[in-house]
C-alpha cells in the first residue's frame, strides 16, 4: 500500500516568489494534515481536513499561505509571496478518524529554501 | 495549551545497550501519544501509538509506557544497533491538536 506521497521534495525560490506542495494521503484515510518543520523542532500544525473541510487553520499564516483539498482527496498548500523566514520544511500527514483520535502517517517532506 | 517535554534532548551509547527516551506533557486529557522516529532529511516514521485508555504497546525491540495521570510516556529500546541512530519524536494527542516535542537525537556507537 502507497504511503502519503508528497511532491516536490525540494524547491529553491527567490523570496516573494509563489511555491505551491501537493499532497497524496493514504487511500481512505480521511484527515489530512499539513505541519512546519524547522531545523531541529518539532512538526507545527498549520492546518487540518477532515474530508474537504478545514477544521483547524488557526495556525495558517492567511495573508500568504493558502491551502486546499476539493474533493476530500489530494491537497494543495501554496505561499505566495515567499519570504525568507519561509525556509522549512513542509510535512504532510494523513490519518483514518476525525478529530486527532488516529495514527498519524507522513511523507517525506518537501524542503523549501527561500533565498 | 499542551507543551510537550522530551529529555534528553541527545544520547549517545554504545551498540547492544538498552535505553529509555522520556516524554512528558502537561495536559492529561489526552487521546493518545505516539512514537515517530524521524531519520536526518526525511519524514517521520510511526513507531508506536498508545491510546489514552491503554498502559503500553510494543513492537519488536521497542516498548512504550503511557502514565496519564503523570503526564509521562517512556520509550524502551532493547538491545540498541547502529541503524537504529535517529531523531525520536514523541506526539500527544489532544481534543484541540497533537502536540509535538523536539525530539531525542540518538546515537547508536557501533
Known amino acids: 500500500e502507497a504511503g502519503v506521497v508528497q511532491s516536490p521534495r525540494y524547491k529553491i525560490i527567490e523570496k516573494k516568489q509563489p511555491v505551491a506542495f501537493w499532497c497524496n494521503p493514504i487511500s481512505g484515510h480521511n484527515t489530512l494534515y499539513w505541519y512546519l518543520q524547522n531545523l531541529g523542532q518539532g512538526p507545527e500544525l498549520l492546518i487540518r481536513?477532515?474530508?474537504?473541510?478545514?477544521?483547524?487553520d488557526s495556525q495558517l499564516p492567511k495573508d500568504r499561505f493558502s491551502a486546499e483539498r476539493l474533493k476530500g482527496v489530494d491537497s494543495t498548500l501554496k505561499i505566495q509571496p515567499a519570504e525568507l523566514g519561509d525556509s522549512a520544511v513542509y510535512l504532510c500527514a494523513s490519518s483514518f478518524g476525525g478529530g486527532n483520535t488516529g495514527e498519524l502517517f507522513f511523507g517525506e517532506g518537501s524542503r523549501l529554501t527561500v533565498l | 495549551k499542551q507543551e510537550v517535554t522530551q529529555i534528553p534532548a541527545a544520547l549517545s551509547v554504545p551498540e547492544g545497550e538498552n535505553l529509555v527516551l522520556n516524554c512528558s506533557f502537561t495536559d492529561s486529557a489526552i487521546y493518545n501519544l505516539q512514537w515517530f522516529r524521524q531519520d536526518p532529511g526525511k519524514g517521520l516514521t510511526s513507531l508506536l501509538l498508545i491510546q489514552s485508555s491503554q498502559r503500553e504497546q510494543t513492537s519488536g525491540r521497542l516498548n512504550a509506557s503511557l502514565d496519564k495521570s503523570s503526564g509521562r510516556s517512556t520509550l524502551y529500546i532493547a538491545a540498541s544497533q547502529p541503524g537504529d541512530s535517529a531523531t525520536y519524536l514523541c506526539a500527544v494527542g489532544g481534543y484541540q491538536k497533537v502536540t509535538f516535542g523536539i525530539g531525542t537525537k540518538l546515537q547508536v556507537i557501533p
Open positions: 481536513y477532515e474530508n474537504e473541510e478545514a477544521v483547524d
